[in-house]
């Protein structure tokens, strides 16, 4: 397949993110054309102007919409390109200047309609960006279900760093209204009309996302109420292992409750996990501080995820409502 590039990024008032990501566009060191479509998405800080700096450097084209949401973004983003095979990037991203031609090694060596690739904590993230990133991407925290090279299943691309060709696009019907979950979502609809995806491994991108711990905890909070929904709706794809946070913490409940009376082993076994954790993080960053960090995100994942998954579960399963009128927060509507 002769593949012409479309980068579709939707914006949400994060101008300076747009800059950062076209300076690293501007850098790549792949050869072949590309163009790059911008998606403003209902914002009140328009990134009209740091784009115009970007016109002669770049094939770009913008587009402004009233907001609703990151997946009809992509998708409208995805309509208007030129291109016959669109990456899909987050705007808080920023690529190494390797990173398409990495994709097109790639799509050359073996095409795949659909990939996926990991994310990276560059030198110059917080502490913080650095403590989240790795307990995100860690097989010991997540599976490595977002682009580890060893993951539990087969693996599903995730929208912040994600290709898909035009063909599967029109035929899985893009990205629903459901946020977040709308690209494991749209995974298990392309793998239902007969398209493979695959991991990039040396595709991968400085994901910076800019949270603080509260944000990171909504955030996973909200992963752990779509996962059952997703459940719901792709029946096959529902695992035990989903569960792990759940059990992980109420396990960590009842441990801490044994010690009181004596029985130490069920915590010891707790200490050894995050003991592990703690190396694995210090070993992969090199900063202590970050390797204590991830102690903290690690329980906030686990908790905000595990949480939202239980309420969840038992709403859906012991509710005649609807996903969409459970939890409205977590679907756009359709303009």
């Not at 390109?81 to 097109?104: H, M, R, W």
């Not at 994600?162 to 494991?184: L, N, R």
Request: hydrophobic share 40%.
């Amino acid at each position: 397949m002769n593949t012409l590039f479309s980068i579709v990024v939707p914006v949400y008032n994060r101008p300076e993110e747009i800059r950062e990501l076209l300076e690293s566009l501007r850098q790549q060191d792949f050869q072949k054309d590309f163009e790059v479509v911008i998606v403003e998405d209902g914002s009140t800080e328009p990134s009209d102007s740091i784009v115009e700096r970007f016109r002669h450097k770049l094939n770009i084209s913008y587009y402004s919409k009233e907001n609703s949401g990151p997946g009809d973004s992509r998708n409208f983003g995805m309509k208007k390109a030129k291109g016959n095979y669109f990456i899909i990037l987050d705007s808080d991203c920023i690529l190494p200047k390797q990173y398409l031609s990495e994709v097109d090694k790639e799509l050359n060596r073996s095409f795949v309609h659909c990939f996926g690739g990991p994310d990276a904590a560059d030198a110059s993230f917080t502490t913080v960006q650095k403590a989240i990133n790795y307990v995100m991407t860690s097989f010991l925290t997540t599976g490595g279900i977002r682009g580890g090279k060893k993951a539990v299943g087969k693996f599903q691309p995730r929208s912040f760093n994600m290709g898909i060709s035009k063909v599967a696009f029109e035929t899985a019907g893009g990205f629903g209204q459901i946020h977040p979950g709308e690209d494991p979502d749209l995974t298990f609809r392309i793998w239902k009309a007969g398209f493979d995806t695959r991991l990039f491994p040396k595709a991968f991108v400085y994901h910076k996302r800019r949270i603080d711990w509260n944000k990171f905890y909504i955030q996973v909070n909200k992963f752990g109420m779509v996962r059952p929904i997703l459940n719901k709706w792709h029946p096959g794809t529902a695992k035990p292992t989903y569960w792990f946070p759940t059990l992980f913490m109420l396990g960590l409940v009842t441990a801490l409750t044994l010690s009181i009376f004596g029985l130490w082993l069920p915590l010891m076994l707790y200490v050894f996990y995050f003991f592990i954790l703690f190396l694995d993080a210090l070993v992969k960053n090199r900063k202590l501080v970050v390797a204590v960090l991830a102690i903290l995100a690690t329980l906030i994942q686990f908790t905000g995820y595990g949480i939202g998954f239980f309420k969840s579960t038992m709403l859906l399963n012991f509710s005649n409502r609807n996903p969409e009128e459970l939890f409205p927060k977590l679907f756009f509507k359709k303009k």
